[in-house]
């Protein structure tokens, strides 16, 4: 019997839907952190609010493709639920507090420089 080298976590979405999530292969997962690249350039709280929404959505498209439709993924999340998909898919744990921290460094640099 194979070996699965990766995790397997199951989430129920806002919409009641069950779904299995696991991290993204290596073809979508060069998507992901392309666009991922992305959050430095966003400075407003509503453009970050889209791209982890965006980037959520490529996450969880990749395995169930009736989540490319952008309404129907909106119904069926929540941001936690999509930090979440973020983490498992992804690998990014965007509430983590080195995270945090370094995010905060970078727009005091950022904000330094203005």
């Not at 806002?14 to 997962?29: A, F, H």
């Not at 119904?75 to 744990?93: F, L, Q, R, S």
């Given at each position: 019997m194979a070996t699965s080298v990766y995790t397997v976590e199951e989430i129920v979405?806002?919409?009641?839907?069950?779904?299995?999530?696991?991290?993204?292969?290596?073809?979508?997962?060069r998507r992901f952190m392309k666009k991922f690249k992305e959050i430095d350039k966003l400075k407003e709280d509503d453009a970050v609010v889209d791209f982890l929404i965006e980037v959520g959505q490529l996450c969880l498209s990749s395995l169930y493709k009736e989540y490319e439709d952008t309404?129907?993924?909106?119904?069926?999340?929540?941001?936690?639920?999509?930090?979440?998909?973020?983490?498992?898919?992804?690998?990014?744990?965007?509430n983590d507090p080195e995270l945090m921290a370094a995010a905060a460094a970078v727009m005091e640099q950022q904000a330094g420089k203005s």
């Open positions: 979405l806002q919409d009641g839907t069950e779904v299995t999530l696991k991290p993204l292969n290596i073809k979508n997962l309404e129907k993924f909106e119904d069926a999340v929540d941001m936690p639920t999509v930090h979440k998909i973020i983490e498992i898919c992804g690998g990014v744990k965007l």
